[in-house]
């Protein structure tokens, strides 16, 4: 089910939980989808259940999915819009942080949708 780079800078973690994103994003996972365990998930993949573990807890905290005690992970209900809509602001939060200013990022997607105009 899933694709790790082990030879990756991104680490193993961010494109568990990546994947799955975009799983739920185009429907291969669906509302109450019961998600692989954290140690089957790691065995399959010959990785440390930690980095499962830290994978689901992201998602988790993202609201993508939720956690049943002694049950399992399963895919939560939610708004494709406002996930992406969170993704793109967790992306860009960083920018805002080191001092770049709104009307910088308007001009970077203002010259994004130009160049769609132009294609």
Known sequence: MFLLNLQSK???Q?????????????G???EEDRLPSIRQLAQDNGIN???V???YSELEKQ???YNVPKKGVYVAKINVQQSLESEILNFLRPFQKNGMKQEQLEAIIQKLYREEKNA
Do not use: D, S, W, Y
């Not at 494109?15 to 739920?24: E, P």
């Open 28 to 30: 291969i996972l669906k």
């Open 14 to 26: 961010e494109q568990i939980k990546n994947q799955m994103i975009r799983f739920i994003e185009v």
């Open 53 to 55: 573990m830290k994978a």
């Open 63 to 65: 609201g993508f999915v």
């Open 49 to 51: 259940p930690n980095t």
């Open 10 to 12: 991104i680490p193993l």
